[in-house]
């Protein structure tokens, strides 16, 4: 997914949260969210920190998904970069290089952050899911992938009180974190069936597992 703001998030960005007691449920507005949203589309901010909190990158686009297993992420700035999820395979083109990386669906997707968006509603055959608090009007959870594969050793979601999803922390095994805060998040449009079908672009490189 990659090329190469309050204290409160840094907390949460690098673990030092300590899990509070509260009424609001996090996990609750997880499982809601996935129940009940079949179809999404959202602008996203994304911001790559080194482990020392140090900003590597920052860039931004748009994403779409749809329930069970489709979903479309556009790289709009600094690069443009287009990954697309059919529930058979996954598709990483890179713009810029003309490249196509092809990998299988059920091992790209497993324990990453669109098996949590775009997946099946059976989240916790993957990620062990833990409450974090309350902090700013925004309910967090911590998933831990179950998988010892996976390139993240956690994801963090922040849920408003309503249950929209607004924020996702994630930070993978080199130690560096990423930060997507989402916007103008609609739940359940109407998408384009051929929005989750790629076709490579003609004289791109294409490289599969």
Same mark, same amino acid.
């Given at each position: 997914m990659y090329r190469?703001?309050?204290?409160?998030?840094?907390?949460?960005? &690098?673990?030092?949260?300590?899990? *509070?007691?509260v009424e609001a449920s996090a996990i609750d507005s997880l499982k809601a969210f996935i129940q009940e949203t079949r179809t999404v589309r959202a602008n996203f901010s994304q911001t790559l920190y080194d482990r020392n909190a140090r900003t590597l990158q920052e860039s931004n686009g748009t994403l779409q998904f749809e329930r069970p297993e489709k979903f479309r992420w556009t790289y709009e700035k600094p690069y443009e970069q287009l990954i697309v999820g059919d529930g058979i395979q996954v598709?990483?083109?890179?713009?810029?290089? @003309?490249?196509?990386?092809?990998?299988?669906?059920?091992?790209?997707? !497993?324990?990453?952050?669109?098996?949590?968006?775009?997946?099946?509603s059976?989240?916790?055959? @993957?990620?062990?899911?833990?409450?974090?608090?309350?902090?700013?009007?925004?309910?967090?959870?911590? *998933?831990?992938?179950?998988? #010892?594969?996976?390139v993240f050793e956690f994801?963090?979601? !922040?849920?408003?009180?309503? !249950?929209?999803?607004?924020?996702?922390?994630?930070?993978?095994? &080199?130690?560096?974190?990423?930060l997507l805060t989402f916007s103008?998040?609609? #739940?359940?449009? #109407?998408?384009? *069936?051929?929005?989750? #079908?790629?076709?490579?672009?003609?004289? *791109?490189?294409v490289i599969s597992d």
């Open positions: 190469s703001s309050c204290s409160t998030f840094f907390l949460l960005l &690098f673990g030092i949260l300590v899990p *509070a007691s598709w990483f083109y890179d713009h810029d290089l @003309n490249q196509v990386t092809v990998r299988q669906f059920n091992i790209a997707i !497993g324990s990453s952050p669109a098996a949590l968006l775009a997946g099946s059976a989240i916790e055959d @993957n990620f062990v899911l833990t409450e974090l608090g309350l902090q700013n009007q925004i309910e967090w959870l911590e *998933a831990i992938p179950k998988s #010892k594969e996976s994801i963090q979601m !922040g849920f408003s009180p309503e !249950g929209t999803l607004k924020i996702m922390a994630l930070r993978d095994n &080199f130690g560096q974190t990423t103008d998040l609609d #739940k359940n449009p #109407k998408l384009p *069936a051929d929005l989750f #079908k790629f076709i490579p672009p003609e004289n *791109a490189d």
